[in-house]
């Protein structure tokens, strides 16, 4: 079952558009002012018949006065030659919510509070398992932890209506869950920091051909960390489509991170 534990960050979830400037309407801007300074005749009707729509519709997508939609961001993606991450990146900024569409339950705070051990969560998946047992000592041994410990942890779920208990095994009662998105939470921050403890160990425990660990560093804007952390939650979405179908054998966290590694001017960026 998808677990979405979400990272605390800013104090205000700001809805809208995720750039100042929308990428696209940027590049179409910029190709009209370039195709302008060297064809001086060039007009913005001209560029609207190229574009295969009305002046006015273009002088408002162009002024962020109307939305563009798929269909005129994929003909401006290929009229522009855009590369194919271009595009990509340019089309998860067009969506309307940076949530996925799968079925899910917000779990509140408080209530994540109660069970923001990673076990827990780890304990909802495995129901999913064919041989999956409503047997503590089973549930102990499966993910390595200590039997008092797996006993609290399902006597905890059961207690909140999380699990259900029938004909000897157990399964999730809600649908999948996500927590809050960009609220400070010392919950969430709990939860991340144990996949973290989780992920070092797995490092030398689990032989690299059933464990994936990469890094990137890059010098970038922070401008461009919004659209970032959009596409990095529709690359999870798309893992879990891929790994939620067919047979259930093991249960696995994907932990993705970004973060600075440079002394942030946050006066400068947040004020």
Not at 5 to 28: S, T, V
Not at 129 to 146: E, F, H, M, T, Y
Not at 174 to 186: E, F, G, I, R, Y
């Amino acid at each position: 079952m998808f677990q979405n534990i979400r990272c605390a960050k800013a104090a205000i979830r700001i809805e809208g558009p995720l750039m100042h400037d929308n990428y696209l309407r940027q590049k179409l801007t910029h190709y009209f002012h370039t195709t302008r300074s060297k064809n001086p005749s060039y007009s913005l009707r001209a560029m609207a018949r190229s574009f295969k729509t009305s002046p006015a519709h273009l002088s408002q997508v162009l002024s962020g006065k109307r939305p563009m939609t798929d269909k005129f961001a994929l003909k401006v993606s290929n009229k522009l030659d855009l590369s194919p991450l271009e595009m990509k990146m340019a089309l998860a900024e067009l969506s309307s919510s940076d949530e996925t569409s799968l079925p899910f339950d917000l779990i509140e705070d408080e209530k994540f509070k109660l069970v923001s051990d990673w076990h827990h969560f780890a304990i909802l998946s495995l129901s999913q398992v064919p041989d999956s047992k409503a047997n503590v000592r089973w549930i102990s041994q499966r993910l390595g932890i200590d039997y008092h410990v797996a006993k609290a942890a399902f006597e905890r779920l059961r207690k909140l209506g999380m699990i259900k208990v029938e004909n000897g095994s157990y399964h999730q009662v809600p649908k999948a869950l996500h927590t809050t998105n960009d609220v400070p939470s010392s919950a969430i921050r709990k939860y991340h920091k144990q996949n973290l403890e989780l992920a070092a160990g797995k490092l030398d425990e689990v032989d690299v051909n059933l464990r994936e660990f990469s890094a990137i560093t890059v010098a970038t804007s922070l401008k461009k960390l919004p659209l970032a952390k959009k596409l990095i939650r529709k690359f999870k979405a798309d893992i879990y489509e891929l790994l939620n179908v067919g047979k259930k054998e093991e249960v696995y966290t994907l932990s993705i991170q970004l973060f600075p590694v440079s002394k942030l001017n946050q006066l400068k960026y947040f004020r």
